[in-house]
């Protein structure tokens, strides 16, 4: 008898839809499995039939054919052992095969018949449902992330005994739980605010115009100013979460095993913080099989790369294709896997190796030093930055009233104000923020008077700016004048984009010339 059930595999970090074919016939007893299929998938094979037989079927002796379809796409992980178990059991009578047309089956075995959790259930239910199926049968542990997908009907199932006496029941209720249940997550809290900073008014601000146009920043400055302290608190400012936006970043933190059963939902802005000794691989995505790495992992949030000199000179550079296209491929012999990589990036360095310089006072590097440890930033990486501020030392003044500073509810309500504005005038564009705007976008929403353009002019032959260096402080007026609200970009705005990008030249200079 023939039998099929439906299935999802992972690629990358969104599901594709897999069809479990088993042939159970005539023959010398066998059993054989095709499809493109991974070391842990052929090895489905012993664990299916020892489940099987530990679970109280007893299969007669005869030859056993699956097959996994597309087989141009190559099967990874263990979640074709349950699917593949009741392909079996379906082609040799033993499950209504009716049960099987509405429903996606997940789940790995264990060698007792239980069922196992499995990563990328999100991306599983996800698939699922735009394959037209209504029910998605899947491990009990991962039935909270399966019910962030609405209008889903999620069955969570423990052993194989027991999922197989739901199917041969239909005209019994199973007793599934519906995505339109699911909980939201918690409300988005952070340990963390803007009032907590003392000083600083330069660094607040710039970090409040980064995030409302989504530019990349780099902070530098002496140890100890609040380069690191002001960084962390960038979410907090940063616009709550839409429900798709949510979905979206928890799919990648559901293949990366991440999510756990009391929190299924990622409910805040990702901020991740690598240390300057990661891997490339480990900052990109990879592996053998290729999983999202730390970019993808902060998509819809915050990289933040503390001591940026430190990191390994491949490591910072491979930052450069995913900052310009907003995704990373990485391509292995089996196939190219594509991760997203919508991030904003946040970086902090000293100015040299004891962080003092140009405070000659203070700072005792040599001429060489100060410029072979700012020439670890390279020029491609530095035009890819959008604003670089720098940080001075905070008064004691200032650190008296450290908690008189403006709140990060009052920031994020000019940000979301913003960032609508953005979202208005992008639409149908497909893109969101003034950072990803190309050169037709730059001249039709960055237009300027006769005053604002005389004032550029003088800008960009005084300062020797490039093409990119220009078309940047048109980006960044452009957000600045969004947060004032106003249509038209004003000299006040050209003249505080210019400010936001001075520190650029005033350290790289003479290494890289005028930018």
Same mark, same amino acid.
């Given at each position: 008898?023939?039998?099929?059930?439906?299935?999802?595999g992972?690629?990358?970090?969104e599901?594709? !839809?897999?069809?479990?074919?088993?042939?159970?016939?005539?023959?010398? !007893?066998? /059993? @054989?499995?095709?499809?493109?299929?991974?070391?842990?998938?052929?090895?489905?094979?012993?664990?299916?039939?020892?489940?099987?037989?530990?679970?109280? *079927?007893?299969?007669?002796?005869?030859?056993?054919?699956?097959?996994?379809?597309?087989?141009?796409?190559?099967?990874?992980?263990?979640?074709?052992?349950? !699917?593949?178990?009741?392909?079996?059991?379906?082609?040799?009578?033993?499950?209504?095969?009716?049960?099987?047309?509405?429903?996606?089956?997940?789940?790995?075995?264990?060698?007792?018949?239980?069922?196992?959790?499995?990563?990328?259930?999100?991306?599983?239910?996800?698939?699922?449902?735009?394959?037209?199926?209504?029910?998605?049968?899947?491990?009990?542990?991962?039935?909270?992330?399966?019910?962030?997908?609405?209008?889903?009907?999620?069955?969570?199932?423990?052993h194989?005994?027991?999922?197989?006496?739901?199917?041969?029941?239909?005209?019994?209720?199973?007793?599934?739980?519906?995505?339109?249940?699911?909980?939201?997550?918690k409300?988005?809290?952070?340990?963390?605010d803007?009032?907590?900073?003392?000083?600083? *008014?330069?660094?607040?601000?710039?970090?409040?115009?980064?995030?409302?146009?989504?530019?990349n920043i780099?902070?530098? &400055?002496?140890?100890?100013?609040?380069?690191?302290?002001?960084a962390?608190?960038?979410?907090?400012?940063?616009?709550?979460?839409?429900?798709?936006?949510?979905?979206?970043?928890?799919?990648?933190?559901s293949? #990366?095993?991440?999510?756990?059963?009391?929190?299924?939902?990622?409910a805040?802005r990702? /901020?991740?913080?690598?240390?300057h000794?990661?891997?490339?691989t480990?900052?990109?995505?990879?592996?053998?099989?290729?999983?999202?790495?730390?970019?993808?992992?902060a998509?819809?949030?915050?990289l933040?790369?503390?001591?940026?000199?430190?990191?390994?000179?491949?490591?910072?550079?491979?930052?450069?294709?995913p900052?310009?296209?907003?995704?990373?491929?990485?391509?292995?012999?089996?196939?190219?896997?594509?991760?997203p990589?919508?991030f904003?990036?946040?970086?902090?360095?000293?100015?040299?190796?004891?962080? /003092?310089?140009?405070?000659?006072?203070?700072?005792?590097?040599?001429e060489?030093?100060?410029?072979?440890?700012?020439?670890?930033?390279?020029?491609?990486?530095?035009?890819?930055?959008?604003? #670089?501020?720098e940080?001075?030392?905070?008064?004691?003044?200032?650190?008296?009233?450290?908690?008189?500073?403006?709140?990060?509810? @009052?920031?994020?309500?000019r940000?979301?104000?913003?960032r609508?504005?953005?979202?208005?005038? /992008?639409?149908?564009?497909?893109?969101?923020?003034?950072?990803?705007?190309? =050169?037709?976008?730059?001249?039709?929403? #960055?237009?300027?008077?006769?005053?604002e353009?005389?004032?550029?002019? =003088?800008?960009?032959?005084?300062? &020797?700016?490039?093409?990119?260096?220009?078309?940047?402080?048109l980006?960044?007026?452009?957000?600045i004048?969004?947060?004032?609200?106003?249509?038209r970009?004003?000299?006040?705005?050209?003249?505080?984009?210019?400010?936001?990008?001075?520190?650029?030249g005033?350290?790289?200079g003479?290494?890289?010339?005028?930018?």
């Amino acid at each position: 008898m023939y039998s099929k059930v439906h299935s999802v595999g992972i690629k990358g970090v969104e599901g594709v !839809p897999i069809l479990v074919e088993a042939d159970v016939s005539d023959g010398l !007893p066998g /059993f @054989s499995m095709v499809g493109y299929l991974s070391s842990e998938v052929k090895e489905a094979q012993d664990r299916v039939r020892t489940a099987l037989r530990n679970s109280g *079927f007893r299969l007669p002796a005869r030859k056993v054919t699956i097959n996994l379809s597309p087989a141009d796409i190559r099967k990874e992980g263990t979640a074709f052992d349950l !699917p593949i178990a009741v392909a079996i059991l379906a082609a040799s009578g033993m499950v209504e095969p009716a049960s099987l047309r509405n429903c996606v089956i997940s789940g790995e075995l264990g060698l007792d018949g239980e069922i196992k959790p499995v990563r990328g259930a999100l991306s599983i239910t996800a698939a699922a449902k735009k394959d037209g199926k209504t029910q998605c049968f899947l491990p009990s542990e991962n039935v909270r992330e399966g019910l962030v997908i609405e209008g889903m009907e999620i069955i969570g199932v423990d052993h194989l005994k027991d999922l197989t006496e739901q199917l041969n029941c239909p005209e019994r209720q199973i007793a599934g739980c519906h995505g339109k249940d699911r909980e939201m997550g918690k409300k988005q809290t952070y340990d963390v605010d803007f009032s907590e900073i003392g000083g600083q *008014f330069l660094l607040r601000r710039a970090t409040e115009v980064a995030v409302a146009g989504m530019h990349n920043i780099l902070y530098i &400055g002496p140890a100890g100013t609040g380069k690191t302290m002001l960084a962390k608190r960038i979410p907090t400012i940063m616009p709550s979460l839409s429900m798709e936006e949510a979905v979206e970043i928890s799919k990648i933190y559901s293949v #990366c095993g991440l999510l756990s059963q009391e929190e299924p939902l990622v409910a805040k802005r990702p /901020f991740r913080s690598p240390h300057h000794t990661i891997s490339p691989t480990a900052l990109a995505g990879g592996g053998r099989i290729p999983k999202p790495g730390e970019i993808s992992l902060a998509s819809g949030g915050v990289l933040f790369l503390d001591e940026l000199p430190e990191f390994q000179r491949n490591t910072i550079e491979l930052l450069r294709q995913p900052l310009e296209e907003r995704k990373i491929t990485v391509s292995r012999m089996f196939g190219a896997y594509e991760f997203p990589a919508e991030f904003m990036m946040a970086a902090a360095m000293n100015p040299c190796p004891c962080g /003092f310089f140009p405070d000659r006072k203070r700072c005792r590097c040599s001429e060489l030093q100060v410029h072979k440890y700012l020439s670890r930033i390279s020029k491609p990486l530095l035009d890819r930055i959008d604003i #670089c501020t720098e940080s001075g030392a905070v008064t004691y003044e200032e650190l008296q009233e450290r908690r008189g500073g403006e709140s990060s509810a @009052s920031i994020r309500k000019r940000v979301e104000k913003a960032r609508k504005i953005q979202k208005k005038r /992008f639409e149908g564009r497909g893109i969101y923020f003034n950072s990803t705007m190309n =050169k037709a976008l730059i001249e039709v929403s #960055c237009g300027l008077g006769k005053e604002e353009q005389e004032f550029l002019r =003088k800008v960009y032959e005084n300062l &020797g700016l490039s093409v990119r260096g220009y078309e940047k402080i048109l980006k960044v007026s452009r957000t600045i004048a969004d947060l004032e609200g106003s249509e038209r970009i004003r000299k006040n705005h050209l003249a505080e984009a210019v400010g936001l990008r001075s520190m650029e030249g005033k350290y790289w200079g003479g290494i890289y010339g005028r930018s």
